[in-house]
């Protein structure tokens, strides 16, 4: 990947609404935001405004935004929340007013994200003002003091470059033959829990300056459970998960082909680590100004589980859309890396693999996500 390890101009989730977009593909992270809701309310309900201000104006930023309907529906269920909280406030005698942000690195479609809010509001009442902020979350986007509610959804996996230390080639943390950690050495998965410490501490550093005191940071997040070596907790999900067994497959079927060498294999490296709970919590105690009110994993099952002798019966669409769902997060890196030919084959493969294996195809899968929900204080 680029010497720089730089993925701002490159990471991205699919955009368009075609049969690999996010727009179309994004099954678990709405399974997630579902579970994820009561909690979610329950945070923007400990918002703690000042008494005697005024707040006709109230900003919410969400960042790695994506797009699609997600979005959205995490952006009305913050404001309809704070719209009921101030309303049984009978001193208030101006109606609020709400600004959000929706921020994401310069890469994502924010084409699409604003024409589909257009479309959105079009012939309703506006519930929000909305402008758009492209930048890196571990970076400073916003001005001191300005934000009131700060939510991240699924998006504090992705890290802000590939650890240095496993594109070393011929160390011990250099990740010869995989794209990922899982069933790697230890020193590769501690190079990324190293570059994953690094970036959540940048992340908290830059709401601290931003969030106002007494305003809510809420964060969901891939996870995985608490004392698990693995990244993924249990064999089955090891299995189907979209970044492991079919993906190295895929990748090794170009090789084999001699469409890409080993070389070109190895240079690759997917940047996600799914953090566990007592790492989040060191994170925030570390960086302070953050008071956590609460923690929960949540399970999240794979959206294909209960489907399997459907699935037999057609098992090439089982594959493709298998393949369809991984490059919803995948695809933009990794066209930039290979360009579009080889992306095209490899995801091909993938296909292919997936349509293959029966111990898959026959497997229930379960993904982790962590909620977090504190008070700037």
Not at 183 to 206: I, R, T
Not at 303 to 316: A, F, R, T, V
Not at 339 to 349: C, H, N, Y
């Amino acid at each position: 990947m680029e010497s720089s390890r730089s993925l701002e101009h490159v990471l991205s989730m699919q955009g368009g609404d075609d049969a690999v977009s996010y727009v179309k593909n994004c099954y678990g992270p709405a399974a997630a935001l579902a579970l994820s809701k009561p909690m979610l309310t329950s945070a923007i309900h400990s918002i703690q405004l000042t008494k005697g201000c005024s707040y006709s104006h109230l900003k919410i930023a969400d960042l790695g935004c994506a797009i699609g309907d997600n979005t959205f529906s995490t952006i009305d269920t913050v404001v309809e929340v704070l719209r009921r909280k101030l309303a049984v406030d009978e001193d208030r005698e101006t109606e609020t007013e709400f600004e959000v942000f929706f921020s994401d690195l310069p890469s994502n479609d924010f084409n699409t994200l604003f024409m589909s809010l257009d479309e959105k509001i079009n012939g309703s009442s506006r519930k929000y003002f909305a402008a758009g902020a492209p930048g890196s979350f571990y970076k400073r986007l916003f001005p001191k003091g300005e934000l009131h509610v700060v939510v991240t959804m699924s998006a504090l996996q992705w890290l802000s470059q590939i650890p240095e230390k496993v594109m070393e080639k011929g160390s011990k943390s250099w990740n010869k033959g995989r794209v990922w950690t899982e069933g790697a050495d230890k020193e590769v998965v501690e190079a990324y829990a190293e570059q994953s410490d690094k970036d959540l501490a940048e992340f908290l550093k830059c709401r601290k300056e931003e969030i106002v005191v007494g305003g809510v940071l809420f964060m969901l997040m891939g996870g995985r459970p608490s004392g698990s070596v693995s990244q993924i907790g249990d064999s089955n999900s090891i299995l189907k998960h979209p970044f492991t067994t079919l993906m190295d497959q895929a990748w090794q079927d170009l090789v084999d082909e001699g469409l890409i060498e080993e070389e070109k294999r190895d240079g690759f490296n997917i940047p996600v680590y799914l953090r566990s709970s007592e790492e989040i919590a060191a994170a925030i105690d570390r960086c302070g100004g953050f008071k956590i009110e609460k923690m929960e994993n949540f399970k999240i099952a794979d959206h294909m589980n209960g489907k399997q002798e459907e699935l037999m019966k057609d098992p090439d669409s089982y594959g493709r859309s298998r393949a369809n769902y991984v490059q919803a997060g995948l695809k933009p890196i990794v066209q930039a890396y290979l360009g579009p030919d080889l992306t095209l084959k490899l995801f091909e493969r993938y296909a292919i693999r997936a349509a293959a294996d029966k111990d898959i195809l026959n497997q229930d899968a379960f993904y982790h996500m962590i909620a977090v929900s504190a008070i700037r204080v």
